[in-house]
Nanobody, 118 residues
């Protein structure tokens, strides 16, 4: 079945950077928009960034614009989220998702924890 496997999460100090990866398999990766969502404790899951199948268009939450960059490598079936200038409020479980556009993805990864703390 479809698999989305996130990696790259961890503990980072405020102002630091992390790069999340999402390795996809068992579907035609280039045909699907890819997204990153996050969910902080006690909060609803929110869309962080999205990228179209060919990578020509992207969308970001206002809270991460200018700090986060979503990219994809269709030859490697992998999506990425480069996170710079991290803030404590970026602390959350980050999920990779496939399909849909800005809402209702078809498939979800298991999530990776990102903690921003000194």
């Amino acid at each position: 079945q479809v698999q989305l496997v996130e990696s790259g999460g961890g503990l980072v100090q405020p102002g630091g950077s992390l790069r999340l990866s999402c390795a996809a398999s068992k579907f035609t990766f280039s045909m699907y928009a890819m997204s990153w969502y996050r969910q902080a404790p006690g909060k609803e899951r929110e869309l962080v960034a999205a990228i179209t199948g060919a990578g020509g268009s992207t969308n970001y939450a206002d809270s991460v614009k200018g700090r986060f960059t979503i990219t994809r490598d269709n030859a490697k079936n992998t999506a990425y989220l480069q996170m710079n200038s991290l803030k404590p409020e970026d602390t959350a479980v980050y999920y990779c998702a496939a399909g849909g556009w800005l809402r209702n993805p078809f498939y979800w990864g298991q999530g990776t924890q990102v903690t921003v703390s000194s």
